[in-house]
């Protein structure tokens, strides 16, 4: 007996429908997996998502047939090294989304502006736009450095629950970078409680000395993202920050809106 159109149809969107959700759910435990430091079991990832093991599993063979994910010899499942490419492309991307932002604030500033993501337990700068000034700040896109010693690192970590940090700071260590640097885990949480009570970070002369920074984070970013300036000490003065935070605040806000309303920013 022919099928009709009717049920043809309904028969296409139910498949479309499920491989949607596919989508959804492959991507979920992806993210998942990061959230847990890149590597983690089935049964991690069933109480973590609420997914039954055999819809897990079935996921994760599609994730590993395609390089997105690789099983241990443990039998847990690391993060591939395909989605390195993807994140690579993207962090370019995002930079470049963002140099017109950190160029207003240059302009409005006077000082150097850094964009920086968090990734895994690194701070990497992805776009910076210098200083007009002959003295300024130059930080090399690309360039990875631990969070406990940055303005953005601060930023990025805030709203990180304590246990968390702690556990981060127990993988990367905190050596210091000059005589300034936070390097105990209670010193860097309160560090954190400055930041939230305040809404900006400070590195004062604590990745380098004779340099302050100033940085909040980008709310709601895709990403968690942060936005800084850097500059002598000298003019990054207390009175220069109650004029500078502002503007930072308000790039980042903006910045975040044209991210979420368009994948992008139109300026």
Known sequence: MPTSSASTTDSARSAASGGVQSLERAFDLLERMADAGGEVGLSELSASSGLPLPTIHRL?????????VRQQPNRRYALGPRLIRLGESASRLLGTWARPYLARLVEETGETANMALLDGDEIVYVA????????????????????????????????????????????????????????????????????????????????????????????????????????PAGRVTEAATEKIVPVLQEVAAELAQALATSGGPAA
Request: proline letters at 8%; glycine letters at 8%.
């Open 60 to 68: 994760m063979r599609t994730l590993v047939a395609c390089g997105y």
């Open 128 to 231: 910076q736009v210098p200083s007009k000034h002959s003295m300024r700040m130059f930080t090399e896109v690309g360039r990875r450095v631990l969070p406990h010693s940055t303005g953005v690192g601060k930023a990025l970590l805030s709203d990180f629950p304590p246990e968390e940090v702690r556990a981060l700071l127990a993988r990367t260590g905190m050596p210091a970078a000059t005589e300034k640097t936070i390097t105990t885990p209670d010193g860097f949480l309160a560090a954190l409680e400055d930041v939230r009570r305040r809404g900006y970070a400070v590195d004062d002369n604590e990745q380098e000395i004779g340099v302050r920074c100033l940085a909040v984070p980008v709310p709601d970013s895709p990403t968690a993202a942060a936005i800084s300036i850097s500059g």
